[in-house]
């Protein structure tokens, strides 16, 4: 019955001292398991006859409870035992419907906790033929209450990850950064995209360092937009095939090629993996001009194909990076929260990275899924796309 998010608390005591590191952990309740019947049944038939003979042991008590051996309860007594009986049962059957009553305002109260974690929707706007407004609706009336959309912090020197992906066939992808507006929306103007039916994916951090991934869908017309920039990526490629199908290279846009390490065997849902990926220049060396992308080695997007599901991953997880920052010795106040001030990217790397990238993740259930790798080399974001079947 435990809500709400976790943290990993790390606790260290040597010749220099002692020191605490704790690291916000992005987990949540997505539901409440139901009892399995024969349980249930067990429980009910030790629940009534337990009360059955809290009730049979207080009338035997004062029937025959000082009785010598041999000798038969006077009809007063019977009569007394009778009346103790039919109060027992009253006291008992309170006491059964206070319980029910407190287990169900625990259950109840533990499912809002679930329903304020469910993802929030993305709900846009498009203006002037290529501007595209997002505002967060909490599937849950109080989520509004605890997640401010005024006071999301910096991740990867962003404040918000757009991903709109193509549906149903995945073969486009945009990675865009949306800035804040008034009112706590965001606001993106498109580039030039086709038109189609698009899955949005949102990322944003909340000032305590939890991420939340907004989710919705749009439909657009043939846009005419400007180019992308800065940290702006897209990736454009073959649909996914078909069930089952699997990829092991990535052909990237300058010629070279990434190719995934996987190990032997069938992915299986539900089992810690860690994915590896190498970059090969267009004469098939290793790259030796890998830099880092928003201060990661790489960035990977897993998404499904029924895309229930999607996760944002980076080498080092999936916890943000505004989370490791406010887990910095000093570097965040009482109350846990981000600090005026205080860094939001990691350092970049003064030699180029090494031409291999690895992400930790697990797949939640079986399916097909399609996974996008994005790198940067000299310069310019590349993305390799890779195909999954998951037993």
């Known amino acids: 019955m ?9 606790s260290v005591d040597g010749a220099k001292g002692k020191g605490e590191l704790s690291v916000p952990v992005p987990s949540a309740a997505q539901k409440t398991l139901k009892m399995e019947r024969p349980l249930g049944g067990l429980l009910a038939f030790l629940m009534a006859f337990l009360a059955v003979g809290m009730v049979f042991i207080a ?26 009986m039919a109060v027992t049962a009253v006291v008992v ?15 109840n109260n533990y499912q809002r906790v679930v329903n304020i974690f469910k993802p929030p929707a993305a709900e846009t706007k498009l203006e002037n033929g290529n501007r595209l407004e997002i505002r967060a ?5 109080e989520w509004s209450n605890y997640v401010k959309m005024e006071e999301v912090i910096p991740d990867h020197g962003h404040l918000m990850h757009l991903f709109l992906i193509s549906a149903p066939g995945l073969n486009r992808m945009w990675h865009l950064h949306p800035e804040r507006i008034a009112g706590g929306a965001f606001a993106e103007d498109l580039p030039s995209m086709p038109a189609g039916h698009y899955q949005i994916f949102a990322d944003v951090v909340d000032k305590d360092g939890f991420p939340w991934t907004l989710v919705g869908n749009v439909e657009f017309a043939q846009i005419d937009g400007k180019a992308l920039a800065g940290d702006d990526s897209t990736w454009s490629g073959t649909a996914f095939a078909a069930q089952g199908t699997e990829t092991g290279a990535a052909r990237l846009a300058d010629g070279g090629r990434m190719i995934w390490k996987r190990v032997a065997g069938p ?50 997880g999936s916890v943000s990076m505004a989370a490791l920052e406010l887990a910095r010795a000093g570097a965040a106040g009482a109350s846990g929260e981000l600090q005026a001030g205080m860094p939001t990217a990691m350092p970049m790397a003064s030699t180029p990275l090494s031409p291999e ?35």
């Open 2 to 10: 435990e809500s709400g998010a976790l943290k990993v608390r790390v």
């Open 59 to 84: 009338g035997a008590a004062v029937r025959e409870g000082n009785l010598r051996p041999g000798e038969m309860p006077a009809p007063e007594r019977a009569r007394r035992a009778r009346v103790v």
């Open 93 to 107: 059957a309170g006491i059964l419907y206070l319980g029910r009553s407190w287990w169900s305002a625990e259950a």
């Open 137 to 141: 609706r909490g599937q849950d009336a």
């Open 267 to 316: 992915l299986k849902a539900n089992a810690p993996m860690n994915f590896k990926f190498s970059v090969e220049d267009k004469d098939g060396k290793p790259a030796s001009d890998m830099q880092p992308y928003m201060g990661m080695a790489g960035h990977a997007e897993f998404v499904s194909t029924d895309l229930s599901v999607f996760a944002h991953v980076h080498p080092a």
């Open 357 to 391: 990238v690895s992400f930790p993740y697990g797949f939640p259930h079986p399916g097909d899924y399609r996974i996008f790798v994005q790198i940067k080399r000299a310069g310019r974001v590349q993305t390799g796309v890779f195909d999954a079947h998951v037993q």
